[in-house]
C-alpha cells in the first residue's frame, strides 16, 4: 500500500488497511476514484460517511468482538455520527430559518 495512504489511515487511528470494514474499503476505492477524477464533491463525501457508518453499526450489532475490536470500532462510529452532524446542522439550520420566516410573516 502507498506510504501516503497508510500515513493518511494511521492518522485517523487505522494501523492496518485489513482492519476496514467491506463496506469501508468499498467507500474507500470509491472515494479514490472520485478523488483521482478530480471531482470530490460533499454529496459524494455525504454518502461515503453515511455507508461507513452503516457498516460499523452493524459490525458492531452482528459480530462477536474482542473487547479492543468493540471499542476501536465504537469511536470510530463515534467519528462518523460526528461528521455527519457536523453536514446536517446547516442544512437543519437553514430548514429551521425558513419555518421560523414563514411563521413570522404578517398575514
Not at 478523488?35 to 463525501?45: N, P, Q, R, V
Not at 429551521?96 to 410573516?105: D, S, V, Y
Amino acid at each position: 500500500m502507498d506510504d501516503k495512504v497508510q500515513e493518511i489511515l494511521e492518522k485517523a487511528g487505522i494501523k492496518d488497511f485489513d482492519e476496514l470494514t467491506e463496506a469501508e474499503r468499498e467507500s474507500y476505492f470509491h472515494m479514490l476514484e472520485v478523488a483521482e477524477s478530480g471531482k470530490i464533491t460533499l454529496d459524494e463525501f455525504k454518502k461515503n460517511v453515511k455507508k461507513m457508518r452503516e457498516s460499523v453499526e452493524y459490525v458492531l450489532a452482528v459480530d462477536e468482538l474482542s473487547p479492543n475490536r468493540d471499542l476501536f470500532l465504537k469511536a470510530r462510529l463515534k467519528c462518523y455520527i460526528l461528521m455527519e452532524a457536523f453536514f446536517e446542522r446547516p442544512e437543519r439550520a437553514k430548514e429551521m430559518l425558513e419555518q421560523f420566516g414563514k411563521l413570522a410573516r404578517p398575514k
